[in-house]
């Protein structure tokens, strides 16, 4: 005789189940577990206390084709490990338990190939709407054209497709960049370089561009800026800083990182070639990673509100459900804030 798994193949509890052993109807314990009015006060308590005991689960994905409305949010993250992404997410659960919704959660793993698998993947899973970042390799936006032909409504935050009409959620990320450029420039730094992430994606480009921007106003020469693109962020960041530093009379004072991961990866070349900071070079970075304030020195950067941009991204959503008119696309973009440390 073979080996049984009981655990594996005990048959989920089900409302039905709950009715046979109790001995009253499947829409009264239905009505029971949603807290309905109608039913008697003892009727529920007997309910959901034998719900609990048998470990009930509702069959959320059942119930949302039964009333031919999902409660079901999708939502697309390059990475969990880091804060950022974490935080989005605190705050995009928030609106969407406070509003009635449950959520999926896919990791892309900064992978195209896994963020077009998860859309196909949460669109088969009947989702309301799909929240999403996008990962570092992706320049083709066919799957997400798809999930507009099939009506599914989604919301890009962070990393956005400036082609995509949906609506969109990020900082100013050009703006940004500009103010953190310029106080480095202020501080009297002469040779500002710049770690750039892919600049196939759009915030990248946008804090370049704001980089750039702030040089040319404050009457430097755009042609000599030092800009080493990441393609892969801080996997990249550590040669390119290295690459920066070992130039002879061109080593830069001062090196804005497009994001504190790539800060973080320059701060360890900086020590490993036997340089300080900021004496020997400053270095600034960007979202406010709260291990910002505890390396050392502790590390300037631009504060990027994670939760905010969770909560506002995942109201865009519940919005764009309930309205009929998609006309317009509203594109929210949050202001940052500089935090100098002493780094800098």
């Not at 939502?75 to 609106?95: D, K, M």
């Not at 992978?111 to 709407?129: D, I, R």
């Not at 502790?298 to 939760?307: C, G, H, I, V």
Request: with cysteine; net charge negative.
């Amino acid at each position: 005789m073979g080996v049984q798994f009981p655990f594996f193949m005990k048959k989920p509890i089900t409302i039905s189940d709950i009715a046979i052993k109790l001995d009253i109807s499947k829409s009264t314990v239905s009505r029971a577990l949603k807290d309905h009015p109608d039913v008697n006060p003892e009727t529920k308590r007997r309910v959901k206390a034998l719900a609990e005991k048998l470990d009930y689960e509702p069959n959320l994905l059942a119930s949302s084709l039964a009333k031919k409305q999902s409660n079901l949010i999708g939502v697309i993250l390059p990475e969990f490990n880091r804060t950022f992404f974490s935080s989005a997410l605190e705050g995009i659960q928030h609106v969407a338990r406070a509003n009635g919704f449950n959520v999926i959660i896919c990791q892309s793993n900064e992978e195209f190939e896994n963020e077009v698998l998860n859309t196909k993947m949460l669109a088969s899973n009947k989702v309301a709407g799909i929240l999403m970042s996008l990962t570092l390799q992706t320049e083709d936006f066919s799957h997400l054209r798809k999930l507009q032909d099939k009506n599914i409504p989604f919301v890009l935050f962070d990393r956005v497709a400036d082609n995509v009409d949906c609506p969109k959620v990020t900082v100013d990320d050009f703006q940004g960049a500009y103010q953190v450029t310029s106080h480095l420039i202020k501080k009297g730094y002469k040779n500002i370089a710049h770690l750039s992430g892919p600049l196939g994606l759009s915030i990248s480009k946008k804090r370049y561009e704001g980089f750039m921007k702030a040089l040319d106003d404050h009457g430097f020469d755009q042609a000599n800026a030092q800009v080493y693109e990441c393609k892969l962020l801080n996997e990249d960041a550590y040669h390119s800083a290295r690459k920066l530093l070992e130039l002879n009379k061109d080593r830069p004072d001062a090196i804005f990182c497009v994001s504190d991961y790539v800060a973080f990866e320059a701060m360890r070349c900086i020590r490993d070639l036997g340089l300080r900071i900021p004496e020997d070079v400053a270095l600034a970075g960007f979202t406010n990673d709260p291990a910002t304030n505890y390396v050392t020195p502790p590390l300037t950067t631009m504060e990027q509100p994670a939760k905010l941009i969770g909560e506002k991204a995942c109201e865009l959503l519940l919005q764009h459900l309930k309205s009929e008119e998609h006309s317009e696309f509203p594109h929210l973009e949050l202001p940052t804030n500089l935090i100098e440390r002493g780094s800098t």
